[in-house]
């Protein structure tokens, strides 16, 4: 038999299924809580912190997409500790990385009156388009190394493992093994990896070329060597 536990979130009584995350329960309940590297689709890993909330008697906020709702819990989705919290998230992702592919975190910026000068010194995150298949393009400019496209690559959904995590600490960026390009690898050329980017770090090429001024006609004759491209 399911269990339900009950806890407080915002000051309303809500009850959750055993083993839901606070995020769950929340939205279950009709209350919204901002994500980024979380996704429906994929499990969830605590990445990006954008979920965190404040939970009564633990000394650190919580990431609400990975943290188990408990019975008597006590959450505050909002307040001045959390929204500091996201808006200091979403401006070092501004300092680090572009943007401009991403419209829900730019929504969130304006909604938290995020800053997108406030680290001025911060190293960005620079990367040429990689175009090396007829699928889609790769530009880790505007990739904030969220795993999505890699879980749902693996076990989340199409076991094929062609895409994965590369290098260390600040230069960690995703990857094919041994940097090969596309067709080199496993991979099948399914399109979820894309479907699940947040940020327009995989974008569908067709797409790309023409936000790039080519028409249909150029795009069709194309061969799809691979390319660094720098966008026009
Ligand atoms: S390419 Fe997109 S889905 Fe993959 S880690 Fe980067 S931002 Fe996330
Ligand atoms: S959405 Fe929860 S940590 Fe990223």
């Not at 339900?4 to 009850?15: A, C, M, P, S, Y």
């Not at 693996?154 to 062609?162: F, H, I, P, S, V």
């Not at 995989?202 to 080519?214: A, F, V």
Request: net charge negative; with cysteine.
């Amino acid at each position: 038999m399911t269990q339900n536990v009950t806890l407080i979130i915002d000051g309303k009584e809500v009850t959750a299924e055993q083993g839901k995350t606070i995020l769950d329960a929340a939205l279950e309940n009709g209350k919204d809580i901002p994500t980024i590297c979380y996704h429906d689709a994929t499990t969830a890993n605590g990445l990006c912190r954008m979920c965190v909330v404040d939970v009564e008697g633990m000394r650190v906020q919580q990431p609400s997409c990975v943290v188990l709702a408990a019975e008597g819990m006590k959450v505050k989705t909002r307040g001045e500790k959390v929204d500091r919290s996201r808006r200091t998230i979403l401006e070092m992702l501004a300092s680090t990385m572009d943007l401009s592919d991403a419209p829900e975190i730019l929504t969130m910026m304006d909604e938290y009156g995020a800053d997108a000068e406030r680290f001025p010194d911060a190293e960005r995150r620079e990367s040429d388009v990689i175009d090396d298949n007829p699928m889609y393009i790769r530009d880790y400019s505007k990739c904030l190394t969220c795993w999505r496209c890699v879980q749902v690559c693996a076990e989340d959904a199409q076991y094929t493992y062609a895409i994965n995590f590369a290098g260390r600490g600040y230069e960690t960026q995703i990857g094919t093994f041994f940097d090969k390009s596309i067709p080199e690898t496993t991979c099948v050329l399914c399109g979820q990896c894309v479907a699940v980017c947040p940020t327009g770090a995989l974008k569908s090429r067709r797409e790309y070329l023409l936000e790039q001024g080519m028409s249909a006609d150029e795009i069709s004759v194309l061969n799809t060597g691979r390319k660094k491209r720098k966008p026009r």
